[in-house]
């Protein structure tokens, strides 16, 4: 790995912790950017609920994983401070004061919404709205549809507390009187079976004109009294716990993958609990209980102006066929070299083509796959695999190509994270069919995407290739930003069969001519060319680096950036989510600015580029700068040889995003983002100028 020298008296500490944001605060400071969204009046109503949705799903899964290390680490003593110098103590507390803003923004957010929604004919009913009509349907409904299905828990010695599973939604009850034993009652839980549905939809000749619904919670607890006949039911409190989710599998001690992996899964829903998330007129003696049985702390709790499970909102969106309230569609073309309908190796093998996903279809990659499939000529297919969804035709065409008798390799990643259980069934289909499925390598996941076909033409065999930043996930392909290339390039093509032979065969480190390869040689490469760029601009030749990524946060790259700066190199950055590196501070990073950019579609792709004086060179990547994609992953990184295909890649991802000044974040050197203003120059969108370029 890479050392940088001792600081001399007269440079400043490049490694001195106040140069760093904190990982875990960057990456939560993400979704104020979403929720502002959310909060955006300019943005179509339904979407702005989904935005809602999507900071609850990012405040689950930040709590699952992240905090829950922290946390865990912090226990045992074993939580060593980042980059940024915080001991774990002071970091969780930041997150939790940084977390409650949040909260309180989140729900500040759902209280503004409503009215808005109510007056486009959609009412999310609380049972305080509820006419006579109304909750006469509602109480046939729950006697009929939800009465059956539950199976209240009073709580005494003979009844201890149950488990709750992992974000369930449950009501604490507080009970007076005695049951048909002569016992006292005082504490009940009722726990939502995952089967019930968490909204219900109020029929129209029920409710009149429009549409409403009901979230389960506020069924529970106004019909609570029919659970529990006999007693009065004081007050009924809705609550959700999280718990920790990351699985830990010591891989080199299994012997099988699979079987560890689904045997970790069957517990998952049941660890350690991170979080307890309880409604704002919970008393505190129900608090207290609830947080000794969990075994939390009074730091761990957050109280909910709303539904516990505000997360559910999107269903609604999902639901509601109103075009007016969501963004507009758009159709997603083919590339010009594509539409004609010719053979598609005849194409490639004449020139590269390149995929702007989704302004360009994610058909193009299904349909390269399915000529594969049936060309007699095709010998063999190899891809990776890691988010693919479940009802994919890629992996209906693989099954396919393998029955024909085609040599089929897949390699799927089985630990990519919440999507382990979907990949083991995609595993086990394939395997089934006869394609051989190998799982990577012991110890790092496998993140590259990239697809390799082997093709006699003649005496020889050809390769072709599909590279992408993104996965071969169909729905995903319409809502984030990736770049993927089809290229005949014999010697990218050599590089990728080098790559599979690797993770398939367990063979030795390969040398490869145009790709960069995590662990091996993305890291040294691109420290490499930012060194170059640094060594340019101390020679008096203009050097630039412009990069697009999800994520930055490893500290030697940072160390190479700020070296880059105080040596004249004109940095700009692209990073959607956390960076922890800071810009703007005087003699280390004035010549690096960093944006995020927050739009209709998740920005995914990966796109580095350096000036190299005159001889510019441009790589597109699954790797963010961070230290598991450069040290503990399977990553690719591909240039783009084609020139046009270059500045094309540059002018749509990098140009195109530092001119946008309306969806855009600038941040600061304190760790602030400000939104990007138009001033006196058009307001420009770099997603929607996109739209309009390609989806006419």
């Given at each position: 790995?890479?050392?940088?020298?001792?600081?001399?008296?007269?440079?400043?500490?490049?490694?001195?912790?106040?140069?760093?944001?904190?990982?875990?605060?960057?990456?939560?400071?993400?979704?104020?950017?979403?929720?502002?969204?959310?909060?955006?009046?300019?943005?179509?109503?339904?979407?702005?609920?989904?935005?809602?949705?999507?900071?609850?799903?990012?405040?689950?899964?930040?709590?699952?994983?992240?905090?829950?290390?922290?946390?865990?680490?912090?226990?045992?003593?074993?939580?060593?401070?980042?980059?940024?110098?915080?001991?774990?103590?002071?970091?969780?507390?930041?997150?939790?004061?940084?977390?409650?803003?949040?909260?309180?923004?989140?729900?500040?957010?759902?209280?503004?919404?409503?009215?808005?929604?109510?007056?486009?004919?959609?009412?999310?009913?609380?049972?305080?709205?509820?006419?006579?009509?109304?909750?006469?349907?509602?109480?046939?409904?729950?006697e009929h549809e939800v009465l059956p299905v539950l199976s209240p828990l009073g709580l005494d010695p003979a009844h201890p507390f149950p488990r709750i599973l992992n974000k369930t939604l449950n009501i604490a009850v507080v009970l007076k009187g005695r049951d048909a034993f002569g016992h006292e009652g005082h504490m009940a839980l009722v726990r939502a079976p995952r089967s019930l549905p968490?909204?219900?939809?109020?029929?129209?000749?029920?409710?009149?004109?429009?549409?409403?619904?009901?979230?389960?919670?506020?069924?529970?607890?106004?019909?609570?009294?029919?659970?529990?006949?006999?007693?009065?039911?004081?007050?009924?409190?809705?609550?959700?716990?999280?718990?920790?989710?990351?699985?830990?599998?010591?891989?080199?001690?299994?012997?099988?993958?699979?079987?560890?992996?689904?045997?970790?899964?069957?517990?998952?829903?049941?660890?350690?609990?991170?979080?307890?998330?309880?409604?704002?007129?919970?008393?505190?003696?129900?608090?207290?209980?609830?947080?000794?049985?969990?075994?939390?702390?009074?730091?761990?709790?957050?109280?909910?102006?709303?539904?516990?499970?505000?997360?559910?909102?999107?269903?609604?969106?999902?639901?509601?066929?109103?075009?007016?309230?969501?963004?507009?569609?758009?159709?997603?073309?083919?590339?010009?070299?594509?539409?004609?309908?010719?053979?598609?190796?005849?194409?490639?093998?004449?020139?590269?083509?390149?995929?702007?996903?989704?302004?360009?279809?994610?058909?193009?990659?299904?349909?390269?796959?399915?000529?594969?499939?049936?060309?007699?000529?095709?010998?063999?297919?190899?891809?990776?695999?890691?988010?693919?969804?479940?009802?994919?035709?890629?992996?209906?065409?693989?099954?396919?190509?393998?029955?024909?008798?085609?040599?089929?390799?897949?390699?799927?990643?089985?630990?990519?994270?919440?999507?382990?259980?979907?990949?083991?069934?995609?595993?086990?289909?394939?395997?089934?069919?006869?394609?051989?499925?190998?799982?990577?390598?012991?110890?790092?996941?496998?993140?590259?995407?990239?697809?390799?076909?082997?093709?006699?033409?003649?005496?020889?065999?050809?390769?072709?290739?599909?590279?992408?930043?993104?996965?071969?996930?169909?729905?995903?392909?319409?809502?984030?930003?990736?770049?993927?290339?089809?290229?005949?390039?014999?010697?990218?093509?050599?590089?990728?069969?080098?790559?599979?032979?690797?993770?398939?065969?367990?063979?030795?480190?390969?040398?490869?001519?145009?790709?960069?390869?995590?662990?091996?040689?993305?890291?040294?490469?691109?420290?490499?060319?930012?060194?170059?760029?640094?060594?340019?601009?101390?020679?008096?030749?203009?050097?630039?680096?412009?990069?697009?990524?999800?994520?930055?946060?490893?500290?030697?790259?940072i160390e190479a950036l700020y070296r880059a700066s105080q040596a004249g190199v004109e940095i700009d950055l692209i990073v959607r989510g956390a960076c922890t590196l800071r810009p703007g501070l005087s003699g280390i990073s004035e010549r690096i600015r960093v944006r995020s950019i927050v739009g209709r579609f998740l920005e995914h792709s990966r796109v580095y580029w350096f000036a190299n004086?005159?001889?510019?060179?441009?790589?597109?990547?699954?790797?963010?700068?961070?230290?598991?994609?450069?040290?503990?992953?399977?990553?690719?990184?591909?240039?783009?040889?084609?020139?046009?295909?270059?500045?094309?890649?540059?002018?749509?991802?990098?140009?195109?995003?530092?001119?946008?000044?309306?969806?855009?974040?600038?941040?600061?050197?304190?760790?602030?983002?400000?939104?990007?203003?138009?001033?006196?120059?058009?307001?420009?969108?770099?997603?929607?100028?996109?739209?309009?370029?390609?989806?006419?």
């Open positions: 790995m890479h050392r940088p020298s001792p600081a001399s008296p007269s440079q400043p500490d490049l490694t001195a912790p106040g140069l760093y944001f904190s990982r875990e605060l960057a990456a939560l400071e993400f979704n104020f950017r979403v929720l502002a969204m959310a909060r955006d009046t300019t943005v179509p109503l339904l979407e702005r609920l989904r935005y809602l949705s999507i900071v609850a799903n990012n405040l689950d899964e930040f709590f699952e994983v992240r905090v829950a290390m922290l946390k865990h680490h912090h226990a045992y003593g074993s939580a060593a401070p980042g980059p940024d110098g915080l001991p774990s103590g002071e970091l969780l507390a930041r997150i939790r004061s940084r977390a409650l803003d949040l909260v309180a923004a989140q729900y500040a957010c759902w209280q503004e919404l409503g009215p808005q929604l109510d007056a486009e004919r959609i009412h999310v009913l609380n049972r305080k709205r509820w006419n006579p009509r109304q909750r006469r349907w509602l109480q046939g409904y729950f968490r909204i219900i939809r109020v029929p129209a000749e029920v409710s009149g004109p429009g549409e409403h619904f009901v979230f389960l919670a506020e069924l529970l607890q106004a019909f609570v009294d029919l659970m529990f006949p006999g007693f009065k039911v004081v007050g009924s409190y809705q609550f959700r716990v999280t718990r920790n989710s990351e699985l830990i599998v010591e891989e080199a001690e299994v012997e099988n993958l699979a079987l560890a992996l689904s045997e970790e899964l069957v517990g998952r829903g049941y660890a350690r609990p991170v979080r307890l998330e309880i409604a704002n007129d919970c008393p505190q003696a129900i608090t207290a209980m609830l947080i000794q049985n969990f075994q939390l702390e009074e730091s761990d709790v957050y109280r909910c102006d709303g539904p516990v499970n505000i997360i559910r909102a999107g269903l609604i969106y999902d639901w509601l066929d109103r075009p007016e309230l969501k963004f507009p569609r758009f159709n997603p073309q083919l590339p010009a070299a594509l539409e004609s309908g010719k053979n598609k190796f005849d194409l490639i093998s004449q020139r590269d083509v390149l995929l702007h996903h989704p302004y360009q279809s994610f058909a193009a990659v299904i349909d390269l796959l399915r000529q594969a499939t049936a060309d007699p000529q095709v010998l063999a297919i190899k891809q990776t695999l890691y988010r693919a969804g479940e009802d994919t035709p890629l992996v209906d065409l693989l099954v396919e190509a393998a029955r024909h008798g085609k040599d089929v390799t897949v390699v799927i990643e089985l630990r990519a994270r919440f999507d382990e259980e979907a990949n083991i069934r995609l595993a086990t289909r394939l395997q089934e069919a006869g394609v051989q499925v190998v799982y990577g390598v012991v110890g790092y996941k496998t993140h590259a995407k990239m697809m390799l076909i082997v093709r006699r033409e003649g005496e020889v065999l050809r390769r072709y290739a599909h590279l992408s930043t993104g996965n071969y996930h169909q729905v995903n392909s319409r809502m984030y930003t990736d770049i993927g290339l089809m290229t005949a390039n014999e010697e990218i093509g050599e590089d990728l069969h080098k790559v599979f032979q690797q993770l398939s065969g367990l063979g030795p480190r390969i040398e490869l001519k145009r790709l960069l390869h995590s662990p091996f040689t993305l890291y040294t490469g691109v420290m490499a060319k930012i060194e170059r760029e640094t060594a340019h601009a101390l020679a008096g030749r203009p050097a630039r680096i412009v990069a697009k990524l999800n994520a930055l946060n490893e500290a030697h790259v004086d005159g001889e510019s060179e441009l790589y597109c990547a699954s790797a963010d700068w961070m230290e598991r994609n450069l040290m503990r992953r399977i990553e690719v990184a591909f240039p783009i040889l084609d020139p046009e295909l270059a500045a094309r890649v540059f002018e749509e991802t990098l140009a195109n995003g530092l001119a946008d000044n309306t969806q855009a974040w600038l941040l600061d050197c304190d760790g602030r983002y400000i939104r990007a203003q138009p001033g006196d120059n058009p307001p420009y969108s770099a997603q929607l100028g996109l739209l309009e370029r390609f989806c006419q």
